[in-house]
């Protein structure tokens, strides 16, 4: 049975400290993983990974692929208060992009 | 603005009632999805439609009837509601490339 799971469940740090979130899966005919970031209610997307060892940059957020071992990281650099959100992992199974989600894992910043 | 717009965003009903919930995509997508988040942050998907044909219908209770009267809307109607089916429903299109976009979301609760 597919897979993807994300750990630690939740996690609480102070502005400015990094925090790495992770997100491993099994699943049949991998094709991509997918970063979002949820607040409130609409996941925002983050990154989408196909390839490994890649990483992927967008200010102070990065993430990469391992394909071999099938796991992706999410790191957050220098955190700020409006960081605080549920990152939600997804991946890509088949040709027609039905995505599996992890169960997301809360971050909470705080000043 | 191009996006993903769903109506409405909040639904509160009785048991017992049909509602549905409208899904529009400007974006020039040709597949779109439904998807359903519990009280617990975790997103199952429930359909997908790719260019008004259903090809993903997840294990659903047969009460949930999507609608696609062209590949721009993907509409889904829910009778006889339950208790259980109070949520965040999510539409979401992707591009044939992967990632997705999500609308704002529909808060459903029934009493």
């Known amino acids: 049975e597919d897979k993807v799971v994300q750990s630690p469940l939740s996690l609480v740090v102070h502005e400015g400290d990094t925090v790495t979130l992770n997100c491993s899966y099994e699943?049949?005919?991998?094709?991509?993983l997918l970063w979002y970031k949820q607040e409130k209610k609409a996941p925002t997307f983050l990154f989408m990974l196909?390839?490994?060892?890649i990483e992927k940059k967008s200010g102070r957020l990065s993430s990469i692929l391992d394909k071999k071992e099938l796991f992706s990281i999410l790191n957050i650099t220098a955190t700020q208060t409006g960081d605080s959100a549920i990152y939600l992992c997804?991946?890509?199974?088949?040709?027609?992009?039905?995505?599996?989600f992890g169960a997301g894992t809360q971050v909470v910043v705080t000043p | 603005d191009t996006a993903v717009s769903q109506t409405p965003k909040y639904l509160v009903t009785q048991m017992g009632n049909d509602k549905s919930i409208k899904c529009e995509q400007n974006?020039?997508?040709?597949?779109m999805y439904w998807y359903k988040q519990d009280s617990k942050k975790f997103l199952k998907i429930m359909f997908s439609?790719?260019?008004?044909?259903?090809?993903i219908n997840e294990t659903v209770p047969n009460r949930f009837s999507p609608k696609s009267p062209d590949k721009a809307h993907l509409n889904l109607h829910i009778n006889s509601l339950e208790l259980g089916d109070s949520a965040v429903y999510f539409c979401?299109?992707?591009?044939?490339?992967?990632?997705?976009?999500f609308g704002p979301g529909t808060r459903l609760t029934v009493l």
């Open positions: 439609y790719n260019n008004k044909e259903l090809i």
């Open positions: 196909t390839s490994s060892g």
């Open positions: 997804a991946v890509v199974n088949d040709s027609w992009g039905k995505l599996q």
């Open positions: 974006l020039g997508h040709d597949t």
């Open positions: 979401a299109s992707s591009p044939p490339r992967g990632g997705l976009f």
């Open positions: 699943v049949t005919n991998f094709r991509s």
